[in-house]
C-alpha cells in the first residue's frame, strides 16, 4: 500500500475528532470513544495489530489516562476548596488594587503566572490552575480556557525542569555521538548535552520572537471573541504592557536557555518577569488609558458559562491577601523543591512506582505511575487537605467541596480514558506485521515527502500534531525526533534548528491537544465545550506555526547554508 493511501488511513481518527468534536460539536465523550474504535479497526485490519495487543494497548492508555484525571481532580478540588473558604474572593478583590482591566489581568495570570507554572510541572498544570483563578475574577470561562490554553504554548518547550528538551530528545544520542566520532556536526558542541542545549537555545529564540507577537494578539483575540463590541483595536489598548511583559519575559527566558541550560528558562522566565510585571502594575506603568472589561453578564453568549459560575463582581476581603494566596505559594515551592534533581525532596516523591509490565503479554506495552510525583497527588491534594485547616473551613463546607469534585469528574473521565487509549494504540502500531511505521509517522513521512527542502516552513506542525494527538510535547518530542533529525540531514538543513522547531511545535501544539482541552474546560465547568475551545484556538495555532516556519527558515537557509 502506498504512503499517501497510508497516511490518509493513519488521518481518520483525527479526522473524526475535527469533523464530530470540532466540526459538529460533539461533545469529548461521544467523540472520542468513537475515534478510539476507528482508531483500533484501523489497527487490526491495515496495520494488522492482534485484537489482543490493541486491547493491551486500551489498557495501557487507562492507565496513562488515569495519571491525567488525578491532575484534573487536583485542579477542581483546589478551586473548590479555595472558593468555600472565601480564598478566591480575596484573590479577585485584590487584584482590583492591581488592575481592573481583564486584558491586564490576563497577561499577569496566563502568562507569566502560568510560565512559572509550566516551569515547575507542566503536564497540563497551569491551565488547570490558572484559567479556574481568571474563573474567580469574573472571566467567562471560556474565555479563561482560551487564553490560558493559547499561552500555553511559549513555556511548554522548557515545562517541567526542561523534560520536553533533556528527556524527549534522548533518542538522539546514539546518532548524535555518531556523528561526532565521524566529525559529521555542525560546529559549536562537543557533547550530546551540548547539542540538546544549542537546541534549547534556538526553540528559546523563536518562542522568544513569537511572544512579542502572541501577548498582543491575545489581549486583541480577547476583546474581539469577548468584548461587548467584539473589536479587535480595543486589545491594542493595552499593547504597552503585552509588549513590555513580552520583553520582560523573553530577557531573562533567553539568559537562561544560554546561560544555564534547558531544564529553567520557563520556571525563572515566569518568575521573573510576574514580579517585575505586577510591580509594574501597581505603580501604573505601561498602562492602557481606559480600563476594559466584559459587557454586562446577561449579554455574555450561553456557551461563554459553564457549569461553575464565574466570580462575583461585589466583592469583599475574607482573609489576608497572603493567606488567601497561600494555597498557591505552597502549590509553586512544593513544585519547585519536587521537581529539582540537587535537592532530596524529587527522590522521596519518586521513589513509590507503580508499574504493569507486559500488559497482556506484550512485551512494548507497559505501564508505570509514580503517583506521589503527579501534581494532582502533591501538591493539589495536599494543599487543598492543608488549605482546609489553614482557611479554618468547616467539616461540612470542606466535604461538599470534595464532593463536588468528583461529581465534576464523570464526563472528563469518560472522555480522557479513551482519548489517551486511542493515543497508546497509535503509539503502538509501529509494532505490525507489516513492516508499516507507526501511524503518526506515516503521516509525517507522506508530509516531508512533499514538502522536500521547504520542510523547516513545516516541521513545527509535525510537532503540534505529536501533541494533539499524544497529549504532551514531551511525548510528541520522544515520537518525532529521530524523523525530524533524519528528515534535517537528508535535506541538508541544521538538525540543531529542525529538532528545535520540533520542540517549538510540540509546545504551540498544547493549544489544542485533547488532552489539555478536556482537562481544562473539567476545571470550569465547560465539559461538552471542547470542539468549540479547539476551534477557536485553531487561528492562533496555524500563526504561531507560520511564525516558526518563518523563523526556522531564515535560520536554516540564511544564517547557515551548506551546513554539511
Known amino acids: 500500500m502506498s504512503l499517501g493511501v497510508l497516511a490518509l488511513i493513519a488521518f481518520v481518527p483525527i479526522a473524526i475528532v475535527l469533523i464530530f468534536m470540532v466540526g459538529m460539536k460533539w461533545p469529548a465523550t461521544k467523540a472520542m470513544p468513537l475515534a478510539w474504535a476507528a482508531c483500533a479497526v484501523i489497527a487490526m485490519a491495515v496495520w494488522k495489530m492482534p485484537a ?6 486500551t489498557l495501557a492508555g487507562f492507565g496513562s489516562a488515569v495519571n491525567v484525571l488525578i491532575i484534573v481532580f487536583g485542579a477542581i478540588i483546589i478551586l473548590y476548596t479555595m472558593q468555600v473558604s472565601g480564598a478566591m474572593e480575596t484573590i479577585s478583590y485584590g487584584f482590583l488594587g492591581i488592575s481592573r482591566d481583564r486584558r491586564i489581568q490576563t497577561i499577569i495570570i496566563a502568562f507569566t503566572f502560568g510560565a512559572f507554572i509550566e516551569g515547575a510541572a ?4 497551569p491551565a488547570a490552575i490558572a484559567a479556574p483563578l481568571l474563573l474567580g475574577l469574573g472571566f467567562p470561562a471560556l474565555a479563561a480556557v482560551c487564553v490560558c490554553l493559547i499561552f500555553n504554548s511559549v513555556p511548554v518547550t522548557f515545562g517541567a525542569v526542561g523534560t520536553p528538551v533533556w528527556f524527549g530528545f534522548k533518542t538522539l544520542r546514539t546518532p548524535i555521538e555518531q ?6 556536526v555542525e560546529t559549536g558542541f562537543t557533547t550530546f548535552d551540548g547539542f540538546l542545549k544549542h537546541v534549547g537555545q534556538w526553540a528559546a529564540i523563536t518562542h522568544a520572537i513569537i511572544a512579542c507577537f502572541l501577548l498582543v494578539f491575545v489581549i486583541c483575540f480577547l476583546t474581539r471573541y469577548f468584548g461587548k463590541n467584539k473589536k479587535w483595536s480595543e486589545g491594542l489598548g493595552a499593547w504597552k504592557f503585552a509588549l513590555f511583559t513580552a520583553v520582560t519575559f523573553d530577557v531573562v527566558y533567553l539568559s537562561t536557555a544560554f546561560l544555564v541550560g534547558v531544564e529553567f528558562p520557563s520556571l525563572i522566565g515566569g518568575l521573573v518577569s510576574l514580579g517585575i510585571v505586577v510591580t509594574a502594575a501597581k505603580k501604573g506603568l505601561f498602562m492602557p488609558e481606559e480600563i476594559w472589561d466584559f459587557g454586562e453578564r446577561a449579554s455574555w453568549d450561553k456557551d461563554w458559562v459553564g457549569e461553575i459560575e ?32 540537587s535537592l532530596p525532596f524529587k527522590g522521596w516523591v519518586t521513589s513509590w512506582v507503580i508499574s504493569f509490565p507486559h500488559i497482556l503479554g506484550y512485551e512494548s506495552v507497559n505501564f508505570a505511575t509514580k503517583l506521589l510525583y503527579l501534581p494532582g497527588t502533591i501538591p493539589f491534594m495536599l494543599v487543598a487537605i492543608i488549605t482546609i485547616a489553614l482557611h479554618k473551613i468547616p467539616a461540612e463546607k470542606a466535604i461538599g467541596a470534595w464532593k463536588e469534585s468528583f ?20 503509539k503502538q502500531s509501529g509494532h505490525n506485521v507489516m513492516g508499516y511505521s507507526s501511524l503518526p509517522l506515516t503521516m509525517a513521512e507522506a508530509v516531508a515527502s512533499i514538502t522536500g527542502k521547504t520542510w523547516p516552513m513545516f516541521a513545527s506542525y509535525v510537532g503540534a500534531l505529536g501533541s494533539f494527538i499524544t497529549g504532551s510535547c514531551t511525548v510528541s518530542d520522544l515520537l518525532f525526533a529521530d524523523f525530524q533529525y533524519g528528515l534535517a540531514t537528508t535535506i541538508g538543513a541544521s538538525r540543531e534548528i529542525i529538532v528545535a522547531l520540533q520542540g517549538v511545535g510540540g509546545a504551540m501544539g498544547n493549544m489544542i491537544c485533547v488532552h489539555n482541552v478536556v482537562a481544562v474546560s473539567a476545571t470550569v465547568g465547560l465539559v461538552g465545550m471542547e470542539g468549540t475551545i479547539i476551534r477557536r484556538t485553531m487561528i492562533p495555532l496555524v500563526l504561531y506555526g507560520i511564525m516558526a516556519g518563518t523563523i526556522g527558515t531564515v535560520f536554516c537557509y540564511v544564517l547557515f547554508p551548506g551546513v554539511f
Do not use: C, H
Not at 179 to 184: F, P, Q, R, S
Not at 407 to 426: C, D, G, H, S
Open 52 to 57: 489482543g495487543f490493541v486491547a493491551a494497548s
Open 179 to 184: 556523528a561526532l566520532a565521524d566529525g559529521a
Open 310 to 341: 464565574p466570580g462575583k463582581t461585589d466583592l469583599k476581603p475574607r482573609m489576608s491577601q497572603l493567606m488567601a494566596w497561600m494555597p498557591y505559594v505552597l502549590i509553586a515551592v512544593i513544585l519547585v523543591l519536587t521537581r529539582l534533581s
Open 122 to 125: 507542566g503536564f497540563g498544570t
Open 407 to 426: 461529581i465534576r469528574m464523570k464526563n472528563p473521565t469518560i472522555a480522557m480514558l479513551f482519548a489517551v487509549a486511542m493515543v497508546e494504540i497509535m
